[in-house]
Protein backbone atom coordinates (compact mmCIF):
# COMPACT_ATOMS: atom_id res chain seq x y z
CA UNK A 1 0.00 0.00 0.00
CA UNK A 2 1.12 3.47 -1.16
CA UNK A 3 0.49 6.46 0.77
CA UNK A 4 0.74 9.72 -0.45
CA UNK A 5 -0.17 13.38 1.56
CA UNK A 6 -0.27 16.53 -0.59
CA UNK A 7 0.11 20.13 0.58
CA UNK A 8 0.60 23.56 -0.41
CA UNK A 9 -2.53 24.49 -1.60
CA UNK A 10 -4.20 27.23 -0.20
CA UNK A 11 -5.91 30.92 -1.52
CA UNK A 12 -3.81 33.36 -4.00
CA UNK A 13 -4.92 36.20 -6.47
CA UNK A 14 -4.95 36.07 -10.07
CA UNK A 15 -1.26 36.37 -11.22
CA UNK A 16 0.68 34.49 -8.19
CA UNK A 17 1.88 30.83 -7.39
CA UNK A 18 1.75 28.10 -5.66
CA UNK A 19 4.02 25.02 -4.78
CA UNK A 20 2.56 21.97 -4.26
CA UNK A 21 4.24 18.81 -2.45
CA UNK A 22 3.32 15.21 -2.58
CA UNK A 23 5.24 12.69 -0.41
CA UNK A 24 4.71 9.09 -1.05
CA UNK A 25 5.49 6.19 0.35
CA UNK A 26 7.48 3.06 -0.86
CA UNK A 27 11.12 1.92 -1.20
CA UNK A 28 10.78 2.02 -4.87
CA UNK A 29 9.35 5.39 -5.59
CA UNK A 30 11.61 6.41 -8.06
CA UNK A 31 10.15 3.61 -10.48
CA UNK A 32 6.60 5.10 -10.01
CA UNK A 33 5.10 7.20 -12.71
CA UNK A 34 3.73 10.61 -11.12
CA UNK A 35 1.15 13.22 -12.27
CA UNK A 36 -0.90 15.85 -10.77
CA UNK A 37 -4.63 15.87 -11.82
CA UNK A 38 -7.18 18.59 -10.37
CA UNK A 39 -11.03 18.66 -10.07
CA UNK A 40 -13.21 21.52 -10.44
CA UNK A 41 -16.79 21.81 -8.49
CA UNK A 42 -19.32 20.49 -11.34
CA UNK A 43 -16.94 19.33 -13.57
CA UNK A 44 -14.37 15.75 -13.92
CA UNK A 45 -11.19 14.95 -12.78
CA UNK A 46 -8.62 16.12 -14.90
CA UNK A 47 -4.85 15.80 -15.96
CA UNK A 48 -2.30 18.50 -15.57
CA UNK A 49 0.76 17.14 -15.87
CA UNK A 50 2.87 14.05 -15.27
CA UNK A 51 5.89 11.36 -15.32
CA UNK A 52 5.46 8.34 -17.60
CA UNK A 53 8.90 7.17 -15.05
CA UNK A 54 11.82 9.03 -13.60
CA UNK A 55 13.38 9.17 -16.67
CA UNK A 56 10.69 9.24 -19.23
CA UNK A 57 9.19 12.11 -20.94
CA UNK A 58 6.93 15.18 -18.96
CA UNK A 59 3.26 15.70 -19.82
CA UNK A 60 1.14 18.79 -19.26
CA UNK A 61 -2.38 19.80 -20.27
CA UNK A 62 -2.55 22.11 -22.54
CA UNK A 63 -4.08 24.79 -20.34
CA UNK A 64 -1.29 25.04 -17.90
CA UNK A 65 1.79 24.71 -20.13
CA UNK A 66 4.55 27.08 -19.98
CA UNK A 67 2.59 28.15 -16.27
CA UNK A 68 3.00 25.10 -14.12
CA UNK A 69 6.18 22.81 -14.17
CA UNK A 70 6.22 19.53 -12.58
CA UNK A 71 9.30 18.01 -10.55
CA UNK A 72 10.36 14.89 -8.65
CA UNK A 73 12.68 14.46 -6.00
CA UNK A 74 13.29 10.75 -5.92
CA UNK A 75 15.70 11.38 -2.87
CA UNK A 76 12.50 12.44 -0.48
CA UNK A 77 9.92 10.52 -2.11
CA UNK A 78 8.31 13.76 -3.45
CA UNK A 79 6.80 15.08 -6.28
CA UNK A 80 6.25 18.65 -6.92
CA UNK A 81 4.03 21.27 -8.96
CA UNK A 82 4.93 24.79 -9.19
CA UNK A 83 2.51 27.09 -10.35
CA UNK A 84 2.81 30.27 -11.64
CA UNK A 85 0.87 33.21 -13.08
CA UNK A 86 -2.36 30.86 -11.74
CA UNK A 87 -5.77 32.09 -13.01
CA UNK A 88 -9.26 31.74 -11.18
CA UNK A 89 -9.70 28.95 -13.48
CA UNK A 90 -6.72 26.98 -12.21
CA UNK A 91 -8.97 26.82 -8.54
CA UNK A 92 -9.89 23.18 -8.10
CA UNK A 93 -8.88 20.27 -5.37
CA UNK A 94 -5.60 19.27 -6.75
CA UNK A 95 -4.83 15.63 -6.49
CA UNK A 96 -1.40 13.59 -7.06
CA UNK A 97 -1.95 9.97 -8.49
CA UNK A 98 1.01 7.15 -8.75
CA UNK A 99 1.46 3.80 -10.76
CA UNK A 100 3.94 1.61 -9.10
CA UNK A 101 6.71 0.30 -11.85
CA UNK A 102 5.80 3.07 -14.01
CA UNK A 103 3.19 3.43 -16.66
CA UNK A 104 3.29 0.63 -19.76
CA UNK A 105 3.64 1.58 -22.99
CA UNK A 106 -0.72 1.02 -23.55
CA UNK A 107 -1.01 3.45 -20.69
CA UNK A 108 -1.94 7.18 -21.42
CA UNK A 109 -0.55 9.37 -19.03
CA UNK A 110 -3.68 11.82 -18.62
CA UNK A 111 -5.93 8.68 -18.01
CA UNK A 112 -6.68 8.78 -14.65
CA UNK A 113 -7.85 4.73 -14.39
CA UNK A 114 -4.60 3.84 -14.78
CA UNK A 115 -2.48 4.98 -11.58
CA UNK A 116 -3.33 2.83 -8.92
CA UNK A 117 -2.67 5.42 -5.70
CA UNK A 118 -4.29 8.97 -5.13
CA UNK A 119 -3.79 11.31 -2.47
CA UNK A 120 -6.05 13.29 -0.53
CA UNK A 121 -6.19 16.32 -2.66
CA UNK A 122 -5.34 19.75 -1.74
CA UNK A 123 -7.12 22.94 -2.22
CA UNK A 124 -6.60 25.53 -4.72
CA UNK A 125 -8.24 28.66 -4.62
CA UNK A 126 -7.51 31.37 -6.81
CA UNK A 127 -9.47 34.40 -6.76
CA UNK A 128 -9.82 37.65 -9.32
Known amino acids: QVQMVES ?29 FRQA ?18 YYADSVKGRFTISRDN ?3 TVY ?11 AVYYCAAKVFGLAIKDPVDRSNVYDYWGQGTQVTVSE
Open 8 to 36: GGGLVQAGGSLRLSCAASGRTFSRYAMAW
Open 41 to 58: PGKEREFVAGFRSTAGTI
Open 75 to 77: AKN
Open 81 to 91: LQMNSLKPEDT
